[in-house]
């Protein structure tokens, strides 16, 4: 009953639309599903370190000096910025602009280094679902059905993006998706600015 409860609680913070869903969705449509888990596993292995370390704690830390969290916000959105003007500058499918690679397992932890919501979302959920006395194997547990819901989630956002892909094969096609892709992680970074 604990985990069902823990996946409830999850459920409309891991699918609705944010920072990780939103590039996740952007990156299936530029580049299909098979080139994200390079990304998704830098991604989710961040995930479970940094939600695991805010299980042992590091939420007292972040506490004690609020500014912390507005500037890894900022640097997110700066982040989350860069990512967008590589989509607007790339070209045909399968190119990212100047670097001319794909993204890799740096750009998805560094993609949730610097999610600040991501650090607020898992210090509600500790202190919802892990009791003061709670030891080290129900942080654990916590955390790993955490990463694992992220996971199913985003590989779903992902999938989305990949059908979309398939729908712009054309030059000015994906020059189009290229650009809205691009607006899109746009707003999300500015999102992350003004909240």
């Known amino acids: 009953m604990f985990t069902l409860t823990l996946i409830a609680f999850l459920l409309p913070l891991a699918w ?19 080139a994200s888990w390079p990304m998704s596993l830098g991604y989710h292995v961040a995930t479970w370190l940094v939600t695991a370390t805010i299980g042992f704690g590091f939420a007292t830390i972040t506490q004690a000096a609020p500014g912390l969290m507005r500037l890894i916000s900022l640097i997110g959105a700066g982040y989350v910025l860069w990512l967008a003007w590589r989509f607007w500058q790339a070209g045909r499918l399968g190119e ?10 740096g750009d998805g932890a560094a993609l949730l280094i610097f999610n600040a919501k991501a650090y607020v979302i898992i210090a509600a959920m500790f202190s919802q679902f892990l009791p003061a006395d709670a030891g080290w194997r129900l942080v654990l547990w916590v955390t790993t059905v955490f990463t694992l819901h992220n996971l199913l989630a985003f590989t779903c956002w992902t999938w989305a993006g990949d059908v979309m892909l398939r ?8 020059r189009l998706l290229n650009h809205g892709s691009a607006l899109m992680l ?6 992350m600015v003004l909240r």
């Open 16 to 34: 609705s639309p944010g920072p990780g869903n939103m590039v996740f969705a952007a990156l299936g449509a530029r580049e299909g599903l098979a």
């Open 186 to 191: 746009a707003g999300v970074a500015i999102w």
């Open 167 to 174: 729908r712009y094969r054309n030059p000015r096609s994906a």
């Open 96 to 105: 990212m602009g100047e670097t001319n690679g794909k993204t890799g397992i």
